[in-house]
């Protein structure tokens, strides 16, 4: 078998690899990372949820019988990155360049070094070959950052089966976070009867119409008391179009809300909530669905993360959660809910950022870490 490459290395072939989000094209990444860990000898299998959008799942066999046996352990990150945005960078943004021990290029940060350090870790178990109790499960996903697309379309396929705990690799320089809100986008139409600006009384007009929903969410009340540690649910009106031209009636207006959401809200119940809110006069349709996921920081495997960061990085661990969502959202449900944890390589302000890079040294340790976690949760 071939030495293992190391997590900067693997981290960088991925980031050379154009997977700007939209379109996304994660399909070469996807095919190297499965050639990559097929030969180290895990099980692993591709999932297209749309032509050149591949997820996979790999899976690394625990030994044991049945009566012994854990639920796997699972790691998740995505191959998508986002657009490289307006300003001129600095560097190759697909270089991988490293400069002062930082890997520069978009992905760096969010989250190509997060998925290379799991990755590395894996094969490291695989080439040792001491099997454990468990199996350790990967979950690579094409398109999180448009919704989750790649990890929602896993669980719906049954791709990804019950887990026993679950590591999201997204950037928190390596700092355990213990859940984050959920988003629900929305779009919110209004429609109305066209007619000549002169005679507006002809008409019925659309952008009234929405200005008066709009008015009226900014009143808006969720009616759930705040979250131990993720704070309120939260709604901003983001964008509002409509209208033809200046001279005639507009018979169609839009806006799109973000909302954030606390892991216990259920978004269907909000959508008619809304719905009833706002009375007849809109039409709300879901753009992004992704749910909240939190774990108490109580829970005896929490315990253990924490205790193995505060030698790790020399500093008392307190509670803490993620300002954006991860694929946690899909997953988490998809493998019955077990604990959480986000902890991945990056300093999360350098998330979609021009100049993108992550400290190298995260990098490695974050691969470390994995490598810890994995082995003392097969007990090898
Ligand atoms: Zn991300």
Redesign the pocket.
């Known amino acids: 078998m071939s030495p293992v490459p190391s997590a900067l290395d693997i981290a960088s072939d991925l980031i050379r690899m154009d997977t700007r989000n939209p379109p996304g094209r994660e399909a070469e990444c996807a095919h190297y990372l499965a050639d990559l860990l097929a030969g180290a000898g895990l099980e692993v299998s591709c999932h297209d949820f749309a032509p050149g959008r591949t997820s996979l799942v790999a899976v690394l066999r625990g030994g044991g019988g049945e009566a012994d046996k854990r639920k796997p352990l699972c790691f998740g990150?995505?191959i998508d990155v986002v657009p490289l945005g307006a300003k001129e960078w600095s560097v190759d943004p697909f270089g991988a360049e490293i400069v002062d021990d930082r890997l520069y290029g978009r992905g760096s940060t969010?989250?190509k070094s997060g998925v290379a350090a799991f990755v590395h870790a894996a094969m490291k178990l695989a080439a040792d070959g001491a099997r454990g109790k468990a199996d350790i499960v990967l979950a690579i996903c094409a398109g999180?950052?448009t919704g989750c697309e790649g990890s929602s379309h896993l669980g719906r396929i049954g791709a990804v089966g019950e887990a026993g705990a679950i590591v999201i690799a997204?950037?928190t320089a390596n700092y355990p976070f213990l859940g984050h809100k959920g988003a629900l986008w929305l779009k919110v139409e209004s429609e109305g009867v066209t007619a000549h600006g002169s005679m507006p009384e002809r008409g019925v007009n659309a952008i009234y119409r929405a200005a008066r929903a709009i008015t009226k969410l900014e009143d808006f009340d969720f009616n759930v008391k705040p979250h131990e540690l993720l704070g309120r649910s939260t709604l901003n009106v983001g964008t509002v179009e409509g209208g033809l031209n200046l001279n005639s009636v507009p018979d169609r207006a839009a806006f799109t809300v973000d909302i954030r959401t606390l892991p216990e809200q259920d978004h269907a119940e909000i959508v008619s909530g809304l719905e009833g809110y706002l009375g007849g006069e809109s039409r709300i349709a879901r753009i992004v669905d992704v749910g909240g996921v939190h774990t108490p920081h109580t829970h005896p495997w929490i315990r253990e993360v924490h205790a193995l960061m505060e030698t790790v990085l020399d500093e008392e661990i307190e509670p803490r959660g993620a300002p954006?969502f991860?694929d946690a959202s899909a997953l988490t449900p998809a493998c019955g809910h077990p604990p959480t944890v986000i902890l991945g390589p990056g300093e999360m302000h350098m998330?979609h950022q021009t100049d993108e890079y992550c400290p190298v040294a995260h990098i490695r340790q974050a691969a470390e870490i994995y490598e810890t976690l994995a082995r003392r949760w097969r007990g090898c």
């Open positions: 990150g995505h969010d989250m999180e950052e997204e950037p954006y991860t998330a």
